[in-house]
């Protein structure tokens, strides 16, 4: 299996890295854009907000803009889709994924961040119904929150699979290319002394190693 690209430099994102291995694929962590012809799956992390002006907005309610990040992303995005890679978006990768298929963002929502201390809030969610989420989990289970930007418009190639109880995409697919967008955090529900409420993460991160098998048609 080709590892699984990651854009960013040695120290950074060691949840991610660890979600991966944890589930038998290698991760290649580079800002070198060209090494991405070298892996079979392109994972998108959480950070700071995408540059509204991808989605035609003011800058209104955005942290943490890096435009730097934002191009080399697009570019990305662009490469895998072309050659039918498959991609896994997180929290922020989600909502990038989102904008680069023609959709648009809140720049804030209430009610979605994490706590005080800066740890994850948790909130129910419910699965679509037929959704590999309501197979895997039931139709309402618990998810990890900390975020406060989310899908305005959703991408009319996107199909959610998830939504929090107030009416937020919290997950979604693509309706033809092997694309998964979580707004949560996967990689901090994996372990055994997760909080009993929360579903395992893990199994977002084997199915998504999964589709490095799919050949585009």
């Known amino acids: 299996m080709k590892p699984v690209f990651l854009y960013g430099t040695w120290g950074q994102y060691g949840n991610y890295l660890a979600a991966i291995r944890a589930c038998g694929g290698e991760v290649l962590l580079t800002r070198d854009l060209y090494r991405s012809f070298e892996c079979g799956a392109l994972l998108l992390p959480g ?76 909130h129910e969610t419910r699965a679509a119904d037929g959704s590999l989420f309501s197979c895997w989990w039931g139709d309402d289970f618990f998810v ?30 693509h309706g033809a290319l092997p694309v998964l967008g979580v707004e949560w955090h996967p990689e901090r529900q994996m372990s055994e002394g997760r909080d009993p409420r ?20």
Not at 102 to 120: F, K, N
Request: aromatic content about 8%; some cysteine.
């Open 47 to 122: 950070g700071g907000d995408i540059h509204p002006k991808y989605y035609d907005a003011a800058v209104e309610d955005c942290r943490g803009l890096d435009e730097e990040r934002d191009a080399a992303e697009w570019e990305l995005m662009t490469r895998f889709t072309r050659s039918g890679r498959p991609i896994l978006g997180v929290c922020r990768g989600m909502q990038v994924l989102n904008v680069f298929f023609g959709g648009t963002l809140r720049q804030h929502v209430e009610g979605h961040g994490g706590l005080a201390d800066g740890s994850d809030s948790i």
């Open 144 to 173: 990890n929150s900390n975020h406060h930007q989310a899908v305005g418009t959703l991408a009319p190639c996107l199909r959610p699979l998830q939504k929090s109880k107030d009416g937020v995409v919290e997950a979604f697919s």
């Open 198 to 217: 929360l579903v395992d993460g893990t199994l977002i991160y084997r199915y998504f190693l999964s589709l490095c098998d799919w050949e585009a048609p």
